[in-house]
């Protein structure tokens, strides 16, 4: 196994009850438990005022405070930094050290971090302490846990301790790389670590930007590194637009009406979004079926189909976006077959692995990208899969002039001879703002520091607990794997039995999901596959251990058995139609084994019987 971040190991501290928050300070920085509660009152009692000198509401006199004892303001000074970032760390440590006992997900209400924290900003300085008590007392409690070892929501958020420090190192430096010269090293860090990371996919070398070391020459290729597969879609999609537009001789609003895009019904939702942000008109978003049949990937076929269709009816076809698994289930287009089609077409070629690409540094698992070479653009995200924390998207294009061409701005405060010169890469000209964070160096920081090995050790880790989970679920007759597992995700739910109905099993299985995630011992997600409601099981968080995907399980077979021995609650309507003077309350004694949960009028009364559903 892999040493991602927790699965260190180490010793946790269980805490029992929800109000405990194991992060509270002590006096001496130790920690100790203490009730929610008392936190409250303690923040009530050291909330500063304006006859408290700030020093004074400091539990460590040797730190600082931004209005210093010379009243002046002081610039941002090392030994600020060097405190202030001791005091992070040993939180951040006792929040990993700590955090499998938090529930996953909290129980807050809408609304309840403004009656924890002053509404209105403070006039006066105060130690950095305070800030640090209400992250604690206030921030922690209403946080989803997403580093939580019991998190099989979503995707992970992966992170790794050598991400963390690169995060804060760029952070720290704050530098706006946006031409080479702005940040020479930010820019070629980028470059860099893209290009590393497209050999450890095996990306063709025409994605490569740097092919110098190899090839002599610098390839027409390039890469960058967004915060979103969102703007990876967007960059892509304007580029291709325009292309089409020149294409097809027609420019402007007029043109765009006969523009068309193409995706499976399975992709991610924000492609429509993209495309609207975009230009493209709606009904020309082409959204092609897909079903059991191909395991929800796309049919080449239909595909085939539908752009020819367009093409008859004189539209252009433009943009394809190929999902190599699926938001929702994992699912995979097949990237050869799909490029093959839009090739006939000439229409760009997208590959969205925002979380499946990651996989894709293991050779067992590069065959899903088989055909890359064929493609204009892919996209992946180490932030869900390879320890990079948020955020870090890349994007690799084939013809990187594709993307410049449409995104280059030159202004004159930007001007500079390395840009005029031609061999540099400015970044800001193949992304959507100008301004970007250095988001390379924790990229190449967590592929010098694990190796190529480890990082395939830890993708194969987390595949082979999903394989676990599912051989799991597929011994136990009451479940079912609705969907074949790619990767680290199990799509699963209880069958149906008898009489019931697909909407009984949504019923139950949302109540499976519901209670589970009220534990707060595990937090998982749903998703609808050709009709099916079913359960996400998606394994991978940086903290995980194979105990927990156990414990997991079998906290869902106990709700389940809970349910199915009648422990189930489910709320029927019922229509009193002559309550004969009744009262609800009445009316609820009168109804024996049922139980009056709202009180209303006496029509419409809302009743929760006991006791299990007969299928
Ligand atoms: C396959 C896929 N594509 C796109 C997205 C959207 O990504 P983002 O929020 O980075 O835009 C996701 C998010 O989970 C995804 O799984």
């Known amino acids: 196994m892999s ?47 304006s006859s408290i000198a700030m020093g004074s509401l400091d539990t460590n006199p040797g730190t600082f405070c931004t209005d210093a004892a010379d009243g002046g303001f002081q610039p941002l000074n090392a030994d600020d930094v060097r405190s202030y970032l001791h005091k992070s760390i040993d939180f951040i440590c006792d929040y990993y050290n700590n955090v499998e006992s938090f529930p996953v997900l909290p129980d807050v209400q809408p609304g309840y971090l403004r009656r924890h924290l002053q509404s209105a900003p403070p006039t006066t300085s105060a130690p950095f302490d305070v800030a640090m008590k209400e992250i604690r007392d206030a921030v922690v409690p209403g946080m989803t846990h997403w580093a939580s070892p019991n998190f099989f929501a979503f ?53 490569i930007m740097n092919r110098t070391a190899t090839t002599g020459r610098r390839g027409t290729g390039g890469g960058v590194i967004l915060g979103t597969t969102s703007e990876a ?45 975009a230009g493209f008109d709606p009904v ?49 287009d097949p990237v050869a077959a799909v490029a093959d089609v839009a090739a006939r077409f000439n229409a760009w070629v997208h590959v969205d692995a925002a979380y499946a690409g990651s996989a894709c540094i293991c050779p067992e698992f590069r065959h899903h990208i088989d055909g890359v070479e064929r493609v204009d653009s892919i996209s992946m995200s180490p932030h869900k899969w390879l320890m990079t924390c948020l955020d870090c998207t890349c994007l690799w294009v084939r013809d990187a002039h594709r993307l410049t061409d449409v995104l280059e701005t030159n202004p004159e405060y930007l001007k500079n001879d390395a840009s005029d010169s031609g061999v ?50 597929r011994c136990d007759d009451r479940f079912e794997v609705v969907v074949p597992r790619n990767f680290a995700l199990v799509c699963f739910r209880i069958k149906p039995r008898g009489a019931m109905t ?64 009648g422990e189930r ?11 004969n003077g009744l009262l609800p309350s009445d009316a609820s004694s009168v109804a024996g084994s049922c139980q009056l949960t709202a009180s209303v009028a006496h029509r419409d009364v809302r009743w929760e019987r006991c006791g299990m559903v007969t299928e």
Not at 10 to 38: E, F, M, V
Not at 569 to 579: C, G, H, Q
């Open 3 to 49: 040493a991602p971040l927790a699965r260190f190991g180490g010793a946790h501290l269980i805490w029992h009850t929800p109000y405990i928050n194991p992060l509270a300070p002590t006096d001496h920085g130790t920690q100790r438990p203490a009730s929610k509660s008392q936190h409250l009152s303690l923040l009530a009692v050291t909330r500063p005022s």
């Open 155 to 207: 995707f992970p958020a992966t992170n790794s301790a050598t991400a963390i420090a690169g995060e804060l190192i760029a952070s720290a430096m704050n530098t706006v790389g946006f031409t080479w010269q702005a940040n020479p090293a930010a820019t070629e860090m980028e470059v860099l670590a893209l290009d590393w990371l497209a050999q450890l996919m095996r990306l063709p070398e025409s994605f």
């Open 233 to 277: 879609m967007l960059v892509t999609l304007v580029a291709a637009r325009d292309a089409a537009l020149r294409r097809s001789g027609s420019s402007g609003v007029a043109g765009m009406t006969r523009l068309t895009v193409y995706a499976a019904d399975q992709t991610h939702s924000t492609f429509n979004k993209m495309c609207h942000l």
């Open 284 to 332: 020309n978003v082409r959204s092609i079926a897909t079903g059991p049949e191909t395991d929800y990937g796309i049919d080449p076929a239909k595909l085939l189909e539908v752009m020819q269709a367009d093409v008859d009816a004189g539209l252009v076809p433009t943009y394809v976006c190929a999902t190599v698994g699926t938001t929702s289930s994992n699912a995979v």
């Open 424 to 473: 540099v890469t400015d970044l800001k000209d193949m992304q959507v703002g100008t301004g970007r964070r250095f988001r390379g160096l924790k990229l190449w920081m967590v592929m010098r520091t694990y190796g190529a090995a480890k990082l395939q050790e830890h993708i194969r880790s987390d595949v082979a607990m999903a394989k676990t989970f599912e051989g799991l679920v």
């Open 502 to 565: 697909e909407e009984d099993t949504e019923e139950i299985n949302r109540e499976l999901m519901d209670r589970l995630n009220k534990t707060g011992k595990a937090y998982v997600a749903h998703t609808v596959v050709g009709g099916k409601f079913v359960l996400r099981f998606a394994v991978g968080s940086s903290t995980q251990e194979e105990r927990h995907v156990r414990s997991a399980w079998e906290l869902i077979q106990k709700v389940t058995t809970e349910i199915s021995k």
């Open 569 to 579: 609650k489910r709320t029927i309507s019922f229509e009193i139609v002559n309550t």
